[in-house]
């Protein structure tokens, strides 16, 4: 949840006591951090789809008697 993002210092919250009241949420350096290394997670995935679906297509396990 937020709430568990916000306790484990990932993002932060801030209230702002307009009409209708306002919740701001912005990531920490913490979560930036780890933005990266998700990045390149993303990046790699997007560059092996179409190997993974080619392993997928032509390999098949055979089901055991």
Known sequence: ???????????????????????LYDLTDLARGATTALQHLQNWAEEHTSDYDHYRRTHTIDPKP
């Open 1 to 23: 949840t937020l709430r568990d993002l916000e306790t484990g210092g990932l993002i932060t919250r801030t209230v702002h006591t307009s009409r209708p009241p306002t919740v």
